[in-house]
């Protein structure tokens, strides 16, 4: 006699949470005390391969990117939105941050957007 099962394999594949990002800021002196912004930005679920970040400033009328080519950072890790000692005109309101790359685990692009409200 024979006997056989049919067992189906169970899906070992791991899943991934999407990446999040906390934005922050910190107050510089373009011209004048406090007229700019240096802002901050740690992904909070998962490692990342940063490609770029598009800041939209409060009224909408311009879109910088910065681009990070590539640089990878661990979950948690801080890193500047802006090359070293520059920074961005401060205006009031809420500035809303298109961060793109890919997971570090399994390569998959993400394009994810977080807010962050600067006070005046």
Do not use: W
Request: aromatic content about 12%; hydrophobic content about 30%.
């Amino acid at each position: 006699m024979l006997f056989s099962s049919c067992k189906k394999k169970s899906d070992t594949t791991p899943t991934y949470p999407s990446p999040s990002f906390i934005v922050t800021y910190i107050p510089v002196t373009i011209t004048n005390p406090n007229d700019g912004v240096q802002f901050y930005a740690n992904c909070t679920t998962v490692d990342v391969k940063m490609t770029k970040v598009e800041i939209l400033d409060p009224i909408r009328s311009s879109t910088v990117t910065y681009n990070l080519n590539g640089v990878y950072h661990v979950k948690g890790e801080i890193f500047g939105l802006q090359d070293a000692t520059t920074g961005y005109y401060k205006q009031g309101g809420t500035y809303t941050f298109t961060f793109t790359g890919n997971r570090t685990a399994d390569n998959a692009p993400f394009s994810v957007v977080s807010t962050l409200n600067v006070a005046k």
